[in-house]
């Protein structure tokens, strides 16, 4: 079983990849993205302006993120610019030490006193020696923590700005989204003042049936003014119209008309 699931898997992966870039395929992707756009287009505004106001909402999850992010970009800012600090107090004070010490061994005669301690100038020396290479490490390691500081400085300063960026945004689109719903509302309204329904509410639909019976009795009425020219039929005539009952009979009292004789004039003329 497991075989030929595996078999009919590879048949249908290599149909696919037969097919990719076809004229069937790119049928087939306009079609899908023909159906999306006409499910996307038949969502009520309301239900687009619930979902919108939604999606607002989850931004308050986004700018908790970035202020847990930001709070501790800012503590660990805090504590790298203390340690920079002792680090370059650390190297002042090297520094100074080294230089008292470079002196003393230039003023030395036999011997030189380093704090409690006499050592030779050639030990003294030596000292000296191994205390500037620290000096000078200590110093790499201090420039390397100061561009770090600078760095997670400039982050937290981009963190700052774009959680600033983040609220005023997410409050111009909860105010645009009002403005909208507002303007739904209005035209709402206006659909229901008007004889024109265009959105697909009771109203709309009481609205539709009562156009569309008027017109059937318009229509109706049309066709009374139209059969009688259609079917050649004269309106009738009530008894007791504008007629007199002489001219009702007139057809009928009429005297009969004679029949004519012709004579022909170019005849001769029998004695």
Do not use: C
């Amino acid at each position: 079983m497991l075989k030929k699931m595996v078999i009919l898997a590879v048949v249908g992966f290599v149909a696919v990849i037969a097919l990719k870039g076809t004229k069937a395929v790119s049928l087939l992707k306009s079609e899908w993205h023909a159906a999306t756009k006409e499910a996307e287009d038949s969502i009520p505004p309301e239900k687009e302006i619930a979902r919108l106001k939604h999606e607002v909402t989850l931004l308050d999850k986004d700018i908790r993120t970035l202020v847990n992010h930001l709070a501790k970009e800012r503590v660990e800012v805090v504590a790298l610019k203390d340690k920079v600090d002792d680090m370059v107090a650390k190297q002042s004070r090297d520094k100074e030490i080294l230089s008292v010490r470079a002196d003393a061994i230039k003023k030395a005669e036999g011997q030189v006193v380093f704090g409690e301690r006499k050592i030779s100038v050639a030990a003294a020396k030596s000292e000296l020696e191994e205390g500037v290479k620290r000096y000078g490490n200590n110093q790499k390691s201090l420039d390397a923590h100061e561009s770090l500081l600078s760095n997670r400085i400039k982050g937290r300063d981009a963190l700052e700005k774009q959680l600033e960026a983040m609220k005023n945004q997410k409050s111009e689109l909860t105010n645009q989204i009002e403005a909208m719903e507002t303007d739904l509302a209005v035209l709402k309204l206006q659909q229901m003042e008007s004889k024109y329904q265009t959105d697909d509410s009771r109203l709309a639909k009481i609205k539709e049936d009562m156009q569309k019976l008027k017109m059937r009795v318009e229509v109706e009425r049309e066709k009374l003014k139209l059969l009688p020219a259609a079917l050649d039929e004269s309106p009738a005539t009530s008894s007791n119209g504008s007629k007199s009952v002489d001219d009702i009979m007139a057809p009928l009292n009429a005297p009969a008309k004679k029949p004519e004789t012709k004579t022909d004039s170019k005849l001769p003329i029998v004695d």
